[in-house]
Structures are given as structure tokens and as C-alpha cells.
DNA sequence: AGAGCAGTACGATTTTTTTCGAAGCTATCA
DNA sequence: TGATAGCTTCGAAAAAAATCGTACTGCTCT
């Protein structure tokens, strides 16, 4: 049974949608992997903005508006998706994420409560 | 308001105990520094071990019955300290943890439930 | 075709974390 | 008093993570 409480906005996949990028599926999820990605406020902060404020759209990391030198940005996402954290599909150009919100609800209830309500 | 659900068990304080070693207060737990913390399984192990078994007193390091040289556990112990998950108090020879239940559950409502819930 | 854009890949450097041996410290016990 | 127990500190080595410059790729627009 998931933690009552918290609904984040979950928009149901287009299907004209890229495949996703290689991530773990929702049953290899680990914790201590959750955890370590999310153990970055800078990684903290992509995936809280993320909950709060993400509409249909999946999200380009250009969106997150962060001051920090392409390759490093490329590196924190790769480290959400491959922990599972977040999903990356290429819509030609552009790599989006969104947050895997039913998986990790469902395998880490409460977690992204805590990631939401955090504050730099 | 705490989250309803777990209850670990929690013992009051005796009022004989040496103080705890050196820790930061509720009001300044970070969660980033809390999920680092926990982002490794050996500190896991010992952080459920603690929920799941821990009795009234508090435990010395030789009671996990972890096979690392002891210059190893010290070390995890300590960052589990620093981070704010387990308090430490010296008992004579030992330096014995249990984990800050009641400020965790205040400041991080549902990750000790997960962890509880952690599978190694 | 050429320019520009969004972001990736690679690789080097630096920083942090982990690991653990060796030596030290202090209380208790024979 | 010496021996042992239980754990710490120090320090060094190894492993892992973060940072970021440069070069590159693959679309799109003119």
C-alpha cells in the first residue's frame, strides 16, 4: 500500500514517444543507488524542481536553468537516470527527464515527499 | 505532525548516560548529508540492524558482528554520527549508538521506514 | 551547404570517500 | 603490575565521484 498522502502530477506517456534512454526497471531499483544520487544538492534540486513545477512537457536540461558547464549537467542527469531516478528520452535534439514518480512511490514510498519539501 | 504509521521503539533516556559525542542539532539535519549518509550498504546494514534489533541499551560497534577492521567501523560510525543519524555516548570503554529516531521521524518523516524496509 | 544550437563523449584533474594497517589509549581483571 | 578488551587516532593507499575543457554529433533553419 503507498503512503497515502502526496500526488505529484503523473501526465500518461505520449505514445509517440521516444524509447527511454537504458535505465534500471522499477524491481532493480536499490536503495543505497536512490539515495547516492540523491545525496547532491545539486541533484537535489534538479529533481525537487522537477516535482514542483514540471507540466507535460518532459524537461531539457536547459530548462533547469542551472549555471554550471554543459558536460557537468550531462554527468547529474546520467547519474538520475541510471539510478533510476529519472527517465531520459531524446526528442530529437533534446535529452528530457521527468521523474520515475509512480516507480519510486511505489518501491520508496515517501521519498520524493522529503525530496520536494528539502530546501537548499 | 509525524507520519502515522512506524513506530520504532524508542527508549527514554537514562538519566545516568554520559552526554553524546559531538553531533548536529535536529534543526540542523540536512537531508543531503542524511541520504549520503545512507547511501552505503555496510551503514545501512548497521542503521536497520539498529532499528530492528536494538534493544534498551545502546549498542557497542562488536555487537553488529561486522567483519571489517575496526579502524573501518570506527569510521562509518562516525560519518553515521556527523550526519545526525545515530547519537554516540561513550559507556566506559564502549562507545555506544542507537539511532535519533524521534528527530528523524520529526525532520524526515517516512526514510526511516525505509530503511527498515531495506533489503540488502 | 553552412551556421547555429542542444547536448553528448572523452579524458584529464581534483576532490572525496573508502579501506585498513599500525600504534595508542583507558578501563577492567587476574 | 601486567595482560587483555574494545575501540580510537593517524596516516597512507586505493577507489570512486565531481568538475570541466575540448571536440564532436545530429537536427534545424536560412
Chains 1, 2 share one sequence.
Do not use: N
Request: net charge neutral; glycine share 4%.
Amino acid at each position: 500500500m503507498p503512503t497515502a498522502s502526496t500526488a505529484f502530477k503523473v501526465y500518461p506517456p505520449r505514445p509517440e514517444s521516444p524509447p527511454p534512454l537504458p535505465e534500471p526497471a522499477r524491481e532493480d531499483l536499490r536503495l543505497e543507488h536512490v539515495l547516492a544520487a540523491l545525496a547532491d544538492p545539486l541533484r537535489l534540486t534538479i529533481v525537487r524542481k522537477l516535482l514542483l513545477e514540471a507540466e507535460e512537457f518532459d524537461h531539457p536540461c536547459g530548462w533547469f536553468g542551472i549555471d554550471r558547464p554543459k558536460s557537468s549537467l550531462t554527468h547529474h542527469f546520467r547519474v538520475l537516470r541510471e539510478a533510476g531516478v529519472t527517465r531520459q528520452r531524446q526528442y530529437g535534439l533534446e535529452r528530457r527527464s521527468h521523474v520515475r514518480i509512480d516507480d519510486l512511490q511505489e518501491r520508496f514510498p515517501g521519498l520524493l515527499d522529503l525530496v520536494a519539501a528539502w530546501h537548499p
